[in-house]
């Protein structure tokens, strides 16, 4: 079982950095790098403006709900596969050793992502919150051992049945961690620390059932690569990723009377498709909260003109989005209008967009005149952008 476990790991490794060449390529690298070039600086000014001998009411509760959020972040991944359930029965008593292995890395990468998360709120846990190094180390400790706790329910849950109800994943993913915040920074950080080593004691001495549930185990993992998938599948074509449509009709009054069928066709696509419609809300709202908390007009235009980038290259695939539609090579439709048509829903797209974000930068800087220069300058560069890059990348498709 132990060669079985390494062997699964090393094609699933190989797998995920095949996809995430194309998630980073040059252009989102570059692009990431900006925008954490931008956040990192929003949020060191932010410290700076924190005084340690200033009391801010409002700085634990954001901290708890900054660690609640981080604490449901990260998966563990048993890569277990339909078929296992019938070639892996035999084996059922040798899969401890192999589900032990998957607990074990579950451990160690759930853990890393709590100490970085940590890292980061370090300054404000001190500046805000008033903790001394001693104490911040201690929520550090609490924080993993509250996610220790969910790995290690998962894998009873792995054995025992009656612990897979929803009540559970609530207590322990939400009513608890609550419970430790609350007396950690209200009462006394010790407490917190207390409260989830013996969590993991009351865990460990939960009774084991001998027999996996196999239909768990294979449903969870299939929703942990699924959710992957769904995300590479934003940057290059997955196939373990089925297209699904959903007819929205309460959106039909944003779908103006085209004329020409291939416009009809990509604002449709755009409203029925989750990939493209959720894309390019998500990105839209991070811009909007990103401008609203940076006051620096040039700082502001590079994120702005990285998103609108962003975007625009991300909607660049729905132009073949109905290539393999069979009807559209059997109508008779004008080849030239397809491009036309798709550049200036793409066009107007990023301009909703330009709009939205020169909303948020003026409520950060509160200057009609730099606002107003930003917002020319992102629908310069969307035009340039559809009718610049975009166009070459539509003549070489």
């Keep these: 079982m132990n060669n079985l476990w390494k062997k699964r790991l090393n094609l699933y490794l190989k797998r995920m950095i095949k996809y995430y060449r194309y998630v980073f390529n040059d252009h989102f690298v570059i692009a990431l790098l900006f925008l954490l070039g931008g956040i990192s600086y929003t949020y060191s000014n932010f410290i700076k403006s924190l005084n340690v001998d200033l009391s801010y009411p409002w700085a634990k509760p954001v901290v708890i709900i900054v660690l609640l959020v981080m604490l449901q972040f990260g998966k563990v991944g048993t890569l277990i596969d339909e078929p296992d359930k019938v070639f892996l029965l035999p084996q059922e008593k040798g899969m401890r050793e192999y589900l032990m292995k998957a607990q074990k890395r579950a451990w160690v990468s759930n853990s890393v992502i709590q100490i970085v998360v940590w890292i980061v709120l370090l300054p404000f846990i001190y500046y805000g919150v008033h903790l001394n190094l001693l104490e911040s180390i201690i929520l550090l400790l609490s924080q993993v051992a509250l996610k220790i706790a969910q790995v290690n329910l998962f894998f009873i849950r792995a054995f025992e049945a009656k612990y897979q109800a929803g009540k559970y994943s609530l207590i322990l993913n939400y009513v608890v961690p609550l419970i430790v915040y609350m007396l950690g920074l209200y ?69 103006p009377k085209f004329k020409n069928v291939y416009g009809y066709l990509f604002i449709r696509a755009i409203i029925r498709n989750g990939e493209y419609s959720g894309l390019y809300i998500r990105l839209t709202v991070i811009e909007f909260i990103v401008l609203l908390f940076i006051p620096k007009f040039w700082l502001s235009l590079v994120i702005g003109m990285l998103f609108i980038y962003l975007i625009g290259f991300q909607m660049l695939p729905l132009y073949k989005y109905f290539d393999d539609n069979v009807f559209v090579h059997l109508y008779p439709l004008e080849t030239n209008s397809k491009g036309k048509e798709f550049k200036s829903i793409l066009l107007a797209l990023l301009i909703i967009n330009a709009l939205i974000s020169a909303i948020a930068v003026y409520i950060a800087i509160q200057n009609i005149l730099l606002s107003g220069a930003f917002l020319a300058l992102v629908l310069v560069e969307s035009i340039l952008f559809v009718y610049g890059y975009a166009n070459l990348r539509l003549e070489k498709s």
């Design 187 to 255: 009462a006394s950080i010790y407490f917190a620390l207390g409260i989830t080593v013996g969590l993991i004691l009351y865990l460990k001495s939960l009774p084991k059932n001998k027999i996996i549930q196999w239909n768990y185990l294979i449903d969870v993992e299939k929703l942990r690569l699924m959710r992957k998938y769904s995300f590479f599948n934003l940057f290059t074509d997955v196939p373990q990723v089925k297209k699904k449509a959903k007819r929205r009709k309460y959106l039909d009054w944003l779908i």
